[in-house]
């Protein structure tokens, strides 16, 4: 809960803004509390930091549980990695805090450890989907997860730049784009519905 709340504040206020006592606001506690568990805002980042490494696997077991296609699952693990982020604002005090993440080398390895959490994700989706005929024979499974996740991250940057429509939506249409050429279908595959 409280670091749930800590992910929140970070979108709403940024790395300036998110300190122990909005935090504490945020979940009803003082922020004694919170100074008691965490020591300092720096632990609370770096515990958001280890639970975000956590989540990262379990989001893609959850994802795959609920759709009956491997590349359903990756359209949703793919849509609700933007869950959070609802305005290019949110996406802009994201972005800052990964940029604080990749300069303090506690913090950077945490991110790695999603970044690589993530992934292995994607790795797994596209295989699975190729031993099922999802993908077209012969699909280069890493080299296509590579792109995946890199389509990605650069789908919440053009978003918050051009602002049109919401980024699940970008996510959902950058994947589609970079999935087309493997499809087994000339008219490509209805991800929605998998």
Known sequence: M???????????????????????????????????????????????????????????????????????????????????????????????????????????EHALAVHRAQGRAIEDLLAEAAAAGELRAGTEVEALARTVQAITAGAGLTWALERQGTLAQRLRQQLDIVLSPHLPHPHGHDLEAS
């Open 2 to 108: 409280i670091l749930r709340a800590a992910a929140q504040v970070m979108g709403r206020l940024g790395p300036t803004g998110l300190t122990l006592a909005a935090v504490a606001r945020e979940v009803g506690l003082v922020p004694a509390t919170l100074v008691q568990r965490f020591g300092s805002k720096r632990g609370l980042l770096v515990a958001l930091a280890d639970q975000s490494a956590k989540e990262a696997s379990e989001r893609a077991g959850r994802a795959r549980e609920a759709h009956a296609s491997a590349l359903g699952a990756l359209a949703a693990l793919t849509v609700e990695s933007a869950a959070a982020v609802a305005t290019p604002e949110t996406f802009a005090n994201h972005l800052a805090f990964l940029c604080l993440d990749l300069t303090d080398p506690q913090l950077y």
